[in-house]
């Protein structure tokens, strides 16, 4: 595997995504809301509920809501792969540019790993620049109330640092995936969003029960590892040249 | 350069190409004849190492299609052009073939003066920072070209070139074979277009799963039925006829009003012999032409034959 390869399919994917206004908006609108709008609008909305309570009280109250938005990174890393694999997948086949593509002396692996890299960096890029300004928002938030900074704490580094990056490869892989067997991106990103069912199943366990968070991030973790590897194998049996050239239709 | 033996491709029940046996020399052009599903494209595939064959065997220069790292030594001394010529849209001309360059492992001083070099050949050095969507057709299938050259492939697999193009364009991109047949590249063309084959092309493989003739545009021409000469007079008389008649090489005389239509073995040779003896004879010569099958009746012909109609 040459990585210098990958890196080449890699950077033109990037500036073909930089140039496409739906992807560049869709990217940037879900951090946006998810990652800046709802902390501020926590913040507001919760502040004068949370005046009357102690500084203990008050980081058991903020420590929930940090989780939360932990949560919601997670969510953002894992929804984001479907905008952007759908189109690095799929649309090469509507293109049509794939068989060229695939007549370059280039591997199997150096194109799956190129492509894949293309939807990464920017969705963890996106999701951790989101995280960056909802940790602000919530610290500067904690210090003016009880003069501490909350965030990161360790369920939000480990949702932020392990969880986040392993939700985001096993969303593109899916949709490397899906991308194999259906013919067109909005059918492509509809199927690849399916991947956040289970992200949404750990966000409203961990709005239920703010202390199960670090245990549950664990064995999130653990799930998550064994779903990456699982998929990687997964997809690169499915991107193979000749089943791309004979069946994606 | 090319060699093929009983190379065959099914897709389930289907049989695309079935033993295929070609041999295609170093700086040759080979033109592929056939209809919509005759087999061409799979075969380009299968020569490209796209898709694997079903059977048979298939050789690049000294590289087999079966080996994968011999697939990637073909792709890296081969060239496509595919039916869609595939560019992406949002990307400059120049990005488009830069990205090529690099994919093509050609050394980033070369890769700029190739791209340079087929630009300004093809005519688009001017606009080469525009997006390649607002090019027109024949623009992008030139630009297409130029990406399928930029490493210098010693074997170049055209896949209808010229179709869909206006007839402006379609002229560019032939002249532009024509160019590169003399830098003496082997060059492997999918056409339905005959008139092109038979402008472009060394030999003609005409196709229908099976390969059904061969040969070079001329002896294609002349296998449906002897070549005739006519000879065109201001009158015949009984004396040309005698003498015509007389000549050992002449096969048959048919007169249609004041022609002269003569079956001839090697007109080429015995022509001015059978000028001769008319002219002798006293005959008036206004001029002598010839009689021969179209490219387009001999490819109907064999594929109507191969179709078993």
């Known amino acids: ?249 | 350069m090319i060699d093929t033996e009983n190379l065959t491709r099914k897709f389930g029940s289907l049989t695309a190409v079935e033993n295929l046996s070609l041999h295609v020399e170093e700086g040759e052009v080979f033109g592929f004849l056939g209809p919509n599903g005759a087999g061409k494209t799979t075969t380009v595939r299968m020569l490209c190492c796209l898709i694997s064959k079903t059977s048979g065997q298939a050789r690049i220069g000294n590289f087999s299609v079966d080996n994968e790292q011999d697939c990637l030594e073909i792709r890296k001394i081969i060239g496509l052009l595919p039916e869609n010529v595939g560019l992406y849209e949002n990307l400059s001309a120049y990005r488009n073939l830069d990205f090529y360059g690099k994919l093509y492992e050609v050394p980033e001083q070369k890769r700029q003066e190739n791209i340079e070099r087929l630009l300004r050949l093809l005519g688009i050095w001017e606009r080469r920072e525009d997006m390649v969507g607002t090019f027109s057709k024949g623009t992008k299938q030139k630009i297409a070209i130029a990406r399928a050259l930029i490493h210098e492939p010693q074997v170049l697999f055209l896949d209808e070139p010229t179709a869909n193009l206006d007839p402006e364009a379609a002229k560019t991109v032939r002249d532009f074979i024509l160019d590169l047949k003399k830098e003496k590249r082997t060059i492997f063309l999918n056409t339905h277009n005959l008139d092109e084959a038979e402008r472009l092309c060394d030999r003609i493989g005409i196709l229908k799963g099976k390969l059904v003739a061969v040969d070079s545009p001329k002896n294609l021409e002349r296998s449906l039925y002897n070549r005739k000469t006519i000879v065109h007079l201001d009158g015949i008389g009984d004396a040309v006829l005698v003498a015509v008649k007389g000549l050992g090489m002449v096969k048959s005389v048919r007169v249609s009003d004041n022609k002269l239509i003569l079956d001839i073995d090697n007109p080429e040779r015995d022509n001015p012999e059978v000028v001769r003896a008319i002219v002798g004879a006293g005959g008036n010569i206004q001029y002598v032409t010839e009689l021969r099958s179209t490219l387009e009746d001999v490819y109907l012909k064999l594929i109507r034959e191969a179709s078993g109609q």
């Open chain 1, 1 to 249: 595997m040459r990585l210098w390869k990958s890196w080449i399919v890699t950077q033109k994917d990037l500036s073909v995504i930089r140039k496409n206004k739906y992807v560049f908006y869709s990217l940037m609108a879900l951090p946006a809301i998810l990652g800046v709008v709802l902390p501020v609008t926590f913040v507001l909305a919760l502040n004068t509920e949370y005046t009357s309570l102690s500084p203990d009280q008050f980081t058991i109250a903020a420590t929930q809501l940090i989780n939360i938005s932990a949560t919601y990174l997670i969510l953002i890393s894992a929804v984001l792969p479907s905008i952007i694999a759908s189109y690095s997948f799929v649309g090469e086949k509507v293109e049509k540019s794939l068989e060229p593509l695939l007549a370059t002396p280039t591997t199997d692996g150096e194109l799956l790993l190129g492509k894949s890299l293309a939807a990464f960096i920017p969705c963890l890029g996106v999701t951790y620049l989101a995280a960056a300004i909802s940790a602000s928002i919530l610290d500067v938030w904690s210090y003016v109330r009880i003069g501490t900074l909350l965030v990161p704490n360790l369920f939000w580094i480990i949702g932020v640092a392990v969880i986040t990056p392993l939700a985001c490869i096993m969303s593109v892989e899916a949709n490397v995936i899906v991308s194999s067997r259906v013919n067109d991106i909005r059918a492509a990103q509809q199927l690849g969003g399916l991947v956040v069912l289970p992200i949404i199943a750990l966000l409203i366990l961990v709005t239920v029960g703010a202390q199960l968070s670090t245990l549950l991030s664990v064995l999130v973790t653990v799930v998550l590892v064994v779903a990456d590897v699982t998929l990687f194998y997964l997809s690169k049996e499915t991107f193979q040249r000749e089943e791309i050239l004979t069946k994606w239709k």
